[in-house]
């Protein structure tokens, strides 16, 4: 901005977020400075305590403010069920769907050898350790329906093999409410094979 | 989110920014705290500096970090030229072009009477004290063409009738690489009764 080493710095920080660039960076910024000042004080606040107070829930490594997250703090959430997902935001969309009340295990990201992410630095040994010391009654694999997502829940499931713990993956199918000729031929050949009777 | 009242708050405070919903503002959060805390430091950081630092250029309204923003300490910048401007960013939009060497005058916005909006609350009295105090041999008008903008631009033009200055409008055209297929009319009508002989 050449004028105001203040905005510049603005500007450039505003960068970090994700899908912002120089254009939409100088738009925030002015409109922050032009109309938002309380809104932007509060983001400087949010965003301090944030980065320095969210770590990790010791048992699910869910975000949390404190030890144990939320879903981990509540005994009625630890049901012998834990549900396994790929990231945080998996596991707000399963929690926005309203449906699923057990407990969770967020693996930092999935396996990936060519990146050396191998099972400890994604928490899988961790997981393990839990279900050896809580016991599990069924462990529900909801990894992403990608390569990696798929080799992970099957590294997963075979470190657990044998044990009589009821393992599962959540169903493939066509969307409620997609339209049967926008449905990719693999997802259509998983809902043929996965099709139920109309009256059970 | 449910489980981290840090990571909720966080979010709802992303909100402040322009064009970011519900859904933008969780994925930058979750951007930041699994993969740019550094970067959310730096945010929050320059989001305080900035809010409580950056005011107005007590000479021409521009955003400043001290009493006179960069432009108008710059003697050389003060030459007897001042070009109104509507806002911040188009200024911005002024400089980038890199051509022009005067100072500015910043409006808070344009002539809005409908709102309230008179000549005291966008500075148009401060910009006459100044064309009084210091004298100006042009006073270039690029308020934006739509009506609010002209109607501020033949506003300022009125008050300083018969007072001898040069006052000048930005020239209307067929944008430089633009197809003459898709000019609007009124751009057309306006670039043709400004052409000008090939050969001057
Ligand atoms: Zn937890
Ligand atoms: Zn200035």
């Known amino acids: 901005m050449a004028f105001s080493p203040l905005v510049d710095e603005l500007v450039e920080s505003l960068r970090c977020l994700p899908g912002v660039g120089q254009k939409t960076a100088q738009r925030m910024a002015f409109h922050l400075l032009e109309r938002g000042r309380s809104g932007g004080s509060r983001l400087s ?30 005994p009625q959430r630890t049901n012998g069920t834990i549900c396994v997902v790929e990231s945080p935001s998996d596991l707000l969309a399963i929690e926005q769907a309203g449906d699923y009340r057990g407990g969770y295990f967020v693996l930092m990201g999935h396996l990936s050898p060519i990146d050396g992410v191998g099972p400890e630095e994604i928490g ?6 839990r ?41 493939h199918g066509i969307p409620v409410g997609g339209e049967l000729g926008y449905v ?3 997802t259509l050949t998983h809902a043929f094979r996965g099709r139920k009777p109309l009256i059970e």
Do not use: K, W
């Open 45 to 74: 606040d949010a965003l301090s305590n944030a980065m320095t107070g969210v770590r990790r829930c010791e048992r699910c490594q869910n975000f949390a403010d404190t030890e144990l997250c939320g879903i981990c703090e509540n």
């Open 124 to 129: 899988i040994e961790r997981l393990l350790d």
């Open 184 to 186: 990719d031929g693999f």
């Open 131 to 171: 279900i050896r010391q809580e016991g599990v009654s069924e462990l529900i694999l909801a990894t992403n329906p990608t390569v990696e997502g798929e080799a992970t829940a099957h590294y997963i499931a075979d470190r657990l093999d044998g044990q009589g713990i009821l393992i599962t993956r959540l169903a």
